[in-house]
């Protein structure tokens, strides 16, 4: 099934999860701070491919494209400087009413737009 895949981020991490995505056949929309967040909208699900450091930063500039029970999936690892706050507990308060997730797993983002096996390189989104 064809899916529209929301990616707010678009460095390396975020690149190599939106060719994962496109690779299965699913319609990519990339977003990056500075841009109108309406990009987003109507995403079947989205992808927090930002730092850490810029969760909170993100979530509150797209929150106004996000649905209640959207799934929104974490692909950064970390917590929160200044709060301590783990990042599925800064998008639950960001974003109420999301499915917040986390990806994760052993891998690198040239790894993976290599097609080299991961963890995550053939996720299905």
């Known amino acids: ?17 939106a060719h994962v995505a496109a690779e299965a056949g699913h319609d990519v929309r990339h977003w990056r701070r500075g841009e109108p967040a309406d990009r987003l909208a109507g995403s079947d699900c989205l992808i927090l491919a930002v730092p850490a450091q810029a969760v909170r930063e993100v979530a509150g500039a797209i929150a106004g494209t996000i649905f209640e029970g959207q799934p929104v999936i974490i692909a950064a690892k970390g917590i929160e400087r200044g709060t301590g706050k ?36 053939r996720a299905h989104v």
Not at 1 to 15: F, L, N, P
Not at 98 to 112: E, H, I, K, Q, T
């Open 86 to 121: 783990f990042l599925n507990r800064i998008v639950a308060e960001t974003l109420p009413g999301v499915r917040a997730m986390v990806l994760s797993g052993p891998s690198f983002a040239a790894d993976v737009m290599r097609g080299l096996p991961t963890e995550i390189g």
């Open 1 to 17: 099934m064809k899916r529209r895949i929301g990616i707010a981020g678009q460095d390396a991490w975020g690149r190599a999860l």
